[in-house]
């Protein structure tokens, strides 16, 4: 989360690398670069191939409105826009292949880092649980916070690691989704795919949602968590905004490791368009500039 995608490209070449205590680090292994800066370029759409994802669009006309403008903008830049549908299957699995891994692997990994804190603190997820169901009000700066709470009931129902539900996402499901889309990328030579971050426009946060859950207070079905199930980056560029001054989002989605590819795409929209702004609220310090 930065400024602009400059500074994406410049605190991503501060941290990669290969960590001994991160196995999952290994894969990056000679791919990883120290400066993504290099890749900024302002002409990069020009030539490129874009997939636009039609399955996420249709649910906001307003988002939709932003993000045919920002395809528009790409077209005058020079790219190709190739309108593409992910399989039926994939969009039908994608919540419980990503609620099958995340779930699970959260309860065991906060166990691990709980472990590592200072006495006081919650050492285990059911301590965290029992200490949720003792905030009902607002104490200390701290208030309820009832979806992370339910997140935290629906995790140690989830079952262990070692349960078959999770290793058949894990060995074979992730494959599979990984499989479906780096085919559906090099069947129409795509540089990236891209869709709205989010299908429908931001909740305001003075506003206090109808109950019943996201979906009720406006969420959708969103394509990030495909970044999650993959593991391909996925880079989220300001497109615009509302009518009543709410942000909307595009994301550029590529292939593992296409980092320099999608940093150079998404500078090139960011110069093109210029839909960033800088908050009013948070004004540079007194003799500083914020560069665009």
């Known amino acids: 989360m930065a400024r602009h995608v400059a500074d994406v490209a410049a605190a991503l070449g501060v941290m990669t690398g290969v960590d001994a205590a991160d196995g999952a680090t290994k894969k990056s292994e000679g791919k990883f670069q120290t400066d993504y800066t290099q890749y900024l370029q302002a002409d990069a759409l020009k030539g490129a191939r874009i997939g636009l994802a039609r399955d996420f669009m249709g ?55 709980l472990a590592t804190l200072k006495p006081g603190f919650p050492r285990t997820h059911d301590e965290l649980i029992k200490r949720s169901d003792a905030l009902t009000s607002p104490r200390d700066g701290n208030v309820p916070n009832e979806g992370r709470w339910n997140l935290f009931k629906a995790e140690a129902k989830s079952g262990s690691l070692a349960d078959f539900r999770y290793l ?49 207070a406006g969420g ?12 391909f980056p996925d880079l989220i560029v300001p497109a615009g905004f509302t009518s009543n001054g709410l942000p909307v989002g595009i994301s550029f989605f590529g292939r593992a490791f296409s980092e320099p590819r999608l940093l150079a795409l998404g500078f090139s929209f960011e110069q093109a368009t210029r839909a960033r702004r800088d908050p009013a609220h948070t004004p540079p310090l007194p003799g500083e500039t914020i560069s665009y």
């Open 168 to 216: 058949t996402v894990r060995d074979y499901g992730l494959p599979l989704v990984r499989a479906a889309l780096e085919g559906l990328m090099a069947s129409e030579k795509l540089d990236a795919i891209v869709y709205p971050t989010s299908p429908r426009r931001p909740a305001k946060i003075a506003e206090d949602p109808p109950p019943g859950g996201t979906a009720a």
């Open 59 to 113: 649910q906001d006309p307003e988002v939709d409105w932003i993000i045919e403008a920002s395809v528009s903008a790409m077209r005058a830049a020079g790219a190709t826009i190739v309108e593409i549908r992910y399989p039926k299957w994939l969009l039908e699995a994608k919540t419980e292949f990503y609620n099958a891994i995340r779930q699970p692997e959260f309860r065991a990994q906060i166990d691990d880092y």
């Open 220 to 231: 959708a079905s969103s394509a990030t968590n495909f970044a999650n199930l993959t593991g």
